[in-house]
């Protein structure tokens, strides 16, 4: 029985040592992950990562942490050539790396005002700031689909970043009506996307090529600089004919046509047969209205029918209208650009809802603008051609790849 006591106590020895041995053991520090950002092994520091709140400021941030014998103010003469701490916004984050013993002195300050660049604000030894630029590098990608709803919704269904449905539809604004597409037309794009340091994606960058299905046709679209020095883009279809109109399609960017241009209609107000000699776009009310060409604006005004108005002369030949606004924002005499804000959708006169109605003008008859031809800007070089055509072959190839999937 002695035997076996000794035995039982000489275990229990032999396991409480090296218990006591493996509460000793230090952690291998070359078995922990590295993790490297901004250039920093962040395995050396205390890091702190945080972002810029209400009330914060760059002295703020850094009179709080250890500076040793640096002076705030001192510290942001120092850096001001290179970082303006005025520039310090809300939300922007920052990190600070700091030394891993007790006193947790500040080492680096990292500040990032965009996904594309940062600022490496460095107070060991003495005070220095870098601004580090991340390099971007563009990918090329084409996609075809279906609509089955609006543009951006089959945009999304793909991963694409909403910005190309707005690329899109101010290329085919003169081209497409974009209230009368429809469930299964469809579309193709070929456009770049930025990447920060190859894993960051930073949306779309441009459009290379697009093809929309639109009334039993294929309407393509392809970006060119007729003059190369200027750099200066249109966009063409596949034989060389500019997309660009001299007049936009619709005053509104997003609308329903809910009446148009008759000889004789029922009016919803007045409760009467008469000719409406325009097209009514309704939208909510405060959508912003666009001279549909450019031009000099030759009347505004109100009358008990038509509310708020703003008529625009383009040239000798056109002239256009818009009716019932909620505000207006050009004033008489005053030159606007094709697609410029000129007021607001409201419903002032005989409106029973807020909408646009848009009149327009051909050698001064009122016409319907829905069914004018109205010219093309800008036509094509014919010397240009050869080189455009040479241009636009891989690109039409890719998108006639994807056309048939």
């Known amino acids: 029985m002695k035997q076996v006591s000794i035995l039982f ?13 493996n509460l000793n053991v230090i952690p291998d520090q070359s078995l922990q992950p590295r993790i490297e950002q901004f250039g920093f092994d ?50 922007k984050a920052f990190t600070l790396l700091r030394s891993k013993d007790r006193y947790k002195k500040l080492q680096v300050l990292i500040y990032q005002p965009d996904r594309g660049s940062y600022f490496v604000i460095d107070f060991r030894d003495s005070v220095s700031v870098s601004k580090i630029i991340r390099p971007i590098r563009f990918k090329q990608r084409t996609i075809a689909g279906e609509l089955d709803g609006s543009l951006s919704e089959a945009l999304n269904k793909q991963g694409v970043d ?61 970006p060119f600089a007729q003059n190369e020095a200027s750099g200066k ?8 004919k500019a997309l660009k109109n001299f007049f936009l399609k619709s005053p509104l960017k997003y609308a329903n046509i809910t009446s148009r241009f008759s ?18 776009y309704a939208a909510p009310r405060g959508t912003p209205i666009m001279t549909t060409a450019a031009g000099v604006v030759e009347q505004t005004g109100y009358t008990a029918g038509n509310g708020n108005f703003v008529k625009v002369k383009h040239d000798r030949t056109y002239s256009t209208q818009y009716l019932h606004m909620s505000k207006i924002l050009v004033r008489r005499g005053q030159r606007v650009t094709q697609g410029a804000i000129i007021g607001k959708v409201g419903s002032t006169g005989l409106a029973t809802g807020p909408h646009v109605c848009y009149r327009f ?45």
């Not at 702190?48 to 014998?69: A, C, M, P, V, Y």
């Not at 883009?233 to 060389?240: I, S």
């Not at 004789?264 to 000719?275: D, G, T």
Request: hydrophobic share 35%; proline share 3%.
């Open 233 to 240: 883009l249109d966009y063409y279809d596949e034989n060389g």
């Open 42 to 91: 962040f395995n050396d520091f205390n890091v702190l990562h945080d972002t810029i709140q209400r009330g914060d400021t760059f002295g703020s941030i850094i009179e709080n942490q250890n500076l040793g014998k640096n002076q705030v103010y001192d510290i942001i003469e120092k850096v001001k050539d290179t970082f303006d701490v005025r520039t310090v916004r809300i939300g």
């Open 9 to 21: 106590l000489v275990f229990c020895s032999l396991f409480s040592c090296t218990q006591k041995e």
């Open 361 to 405: 003008w051909k050698n001064g008859i009122q016409v319907d603008a829905l069914r004018l031809k109205l010219p093309n800007s800008q036509p094509m070089d014919r010397k240009n051609l050869p080189r455009f055509m040479s241009q636009i072959e891989p690109l039409k190839r890719e998108l006639d790849s994807v056309a048939n999937l």
């Open 162 to 222: 909403g910005a190309l449905a707005n690329k899109l539809t101010k290329v085919y604004a003169w081209s497409i009506d974009f209230f009368k597409l429809k469930k299964g037309d469809k579309f193709g794009v070929t456009f770049t996307e930025r990447y920060i340091d190859d894993t960051i994606y930073d949306g779309v960058d441009s459009l290379k090529a697009a093809f929309f299905e639109y009334k039993g046709k294929m309407i393509y679209a392809f």
């Open 263 to 280: 000889k004789n209609r029922f009016h919803p107000v007045q409760h009467i047969w008469k000719a409406h000699k325009g097209t009514d």
